[in-house]
């Protein structure tokens, strides 16, 4: 005994056009996502905080900011790398000794800080992304 | 409220257990110990983000771990966060300060060598809560 299912082909389109849907929404969440982890890893440290009062030389290479120190924060970036994937990056070359502290430096978390409160924040993007789709 | 790194560093430092016995008491918050020469293994951690959650007095916290192995290989280096693994891992314990409600590994990584000291680590993050 067997049984055969037709599927329509205006049906089918229909699943094709949610699944666009679907990823226009993702991506668009991603995306939001991204922004406001870089939003948030660019905070300046809290006032106490040892690297509040850090100043750029006069010769350094680094992009000198309004205020004192903050290079590595004016350095974040984010960017689409692939399909429905964004990534949030510092361009100083020692955000991650910032952030993991090295063997005579505290850590001074901003990224996984960022990331997780972003992350909190998904879902909120995602349907926002859905209503516009 | 508790103090998350006093309860971890009390769970960890537990004696009689294979981590304390393969640290035996080289447990630090936030940085190494002074004189400390990578010559046996070692773990520093610190807190990188935490919640206050109801009810009053519990803490979720993330804490990352940065694992030394005693030597320049990162296999030994791995060897240390394998045994924080099996000792933290869906811990839940009480201790003289506080409790440790749940633990989990959320990722762990080859961290790469510290800029000071070119010592190899590896990176072990746990979400931890705590009361």
Known sequence: ?133 | MNDPIQIIYEYLSESGTALATLLGGRIWSPVVAAGFKNEEPAIVFHPSGESPEAPANVIANTIVFKCYGGDATFQSARDVAKALYDRLHRARAQTTTGEIMLSRCTNMYQGGEDPDTGWPFQVAIFDITTQ
């Open chain 1, 1 to 133: 005994m067997s049984q055969t299912i037709k599927i329509s082909s205006k049906f089918t389109s229909g699943i094709e056009l949610t699944m666009q849907q679907l990823t226009n929404a993702t991506d668009y969440a991603l995306k939001a996502m991204a922004m406001r982890m870089a939003a948030l890893a660019k905070r300046p440290p809290p006032k106490g905080s040892p690297v509040a009062g850090v100043r750029v030389p006069e010769w350094s290479w680094v992009k000198k900011t309004k205020g004192p120190g903050g290079h590595n924060r004016d350095s974040i970036r984010f960017e689409k790398t692939d399909h429905l994937k964004y990534v949030v990056r510092t361009e100083t070359g020692y955000g991650g000794f910032l952030e993991l502290g090295t063997s005579k430096m505290p850590a001074r978390p901003y990224m996984a800080p960022a990331f997780k409160e972003a992350k909190g924040e998904f879902i909120g993007h995602l349907k926002e992304g859905i209503k516009a789709a």
